[in-house]
DNA sequence: TGTCAAGATTGCGCGTCGTGCCAGGACAGG
DNA sequence: CCTGTCCTGGCACGACGCGCAATCTTGACA
């Protein structure tokens, strides 16, 4: 599938990496607002017209291959048990999507840019309504399908992500918390309910435990 | 306390609110996008530079007051009786707050801005997050305090606005279904998980079956 | 009523983001 | 080697948002 990366490809992705690496390398020193984009580009040797081929808008360099994100998604999601709860199916997908991360440095940066900047979330939200339309779409189904059924899906998707962003908050304020907990406590509170995460380890415990 | 509105005070209002009419007339007609902050001034007779006096972007000038909102969210919160459940305060005080509303031509087109335009979508969202902060402060000692009962509440919180956010959504999408409806089915989920909204209409009965 | 300080409006200029356009250089295939 | 395609670079532009200083309006006090 990838055998052949072809010359052209392989200076398309080094160029890439080359403003990744540069940017970040930028926002982790100033922090992401008082870097521009024009030094930025100083930094990775390319034109500043060029930065914007490669990523829409400055935020965008902070998150990787976005479309890429969205596929690997909708492609875990296919590949769950139709005969498993379709919430269970999404958590199974979401787990599986962003489990590897192959540049764990950058992943730990990307969070605390989140964390740190209004705009990077802004951006992080936005993106996320990618996923929250395949989420809701894969779920319309299970809640009966039809108009009613679609607004259902609506609902809890957004209160799915919503509870990630708040985990990932809870995270960046509390040091103890290992971020996989964090992500089964949003989980458990989709499925479950507030009473699902109002004890501390009782209920939540025997559930993740399953998983 | 608001006795006497001190002429300047009044002239402030007024300028307010013409720049805030100017701008949703345009806004109805051509769209959040096209039109520029220099067609607003033009039409409401000020300078640009008296726009930013009053709205720190542009998307702002489609909020109203948030300062105020969130004031009032506070008071709200503050004015709901202890000895009910958490959630249910929360609840309480949410749609005491957004109920009144005194301009609803003002609202609709506030919610379709929001429907249509990213931009003034992820502003909405960063807003949100004072809502949010408040809510989650108001949470955190009934899911046990400290460290834990904070991260809980943060994700709850989260999930609270995301279901919220996914609701008004559903409405945007769903010409039959009623807002406060939506809203209600935000709230439940978020109390009793996704089995509650799963079915039609009955309560959270059995928890097992349906999922 | 006259004067004066505080507040409000304005114009000017600047830095930054993001885009359209077009010329020039690198790559793929014949 | 030649030719079409892709990529890059440079230029100019519109739009957002802010700092600053000058001007005008309001309110208070003598």
Known sequence: ???????????????????????FALFAERGFEAVTVEQIVAAAGVSHRTFYRYFPTKEDVVFGEHGEA??????????????EPPLRRVRRALLATQQPGRRPEREVARARLIDASPAVRARSTQLAEDFEAL??????????????GRARALVVAGALFGALRGARRAVAVTPALPPERAVALALDLVEHGAVAVSEPESAAAGDTGAE
Request: charged share 30%.
């Open 135 to 148: 989420v809701a779409e894969q779920l319309a189904p299970a809640f009966g399908g039809g108009e009613g």
């Open 70 to 83: 969205v596929t690997r998604l909708r492609a875990a999601l296919a590949a769950t048990d139709p005969a």
């Open 1 to 23: 599938m990838d055998a052949l990366p072809s010359l052209r490809q392989r200076n398309r992705d080094r160029t890439r990496d080359e403003i990744e690496a540069a940017a």
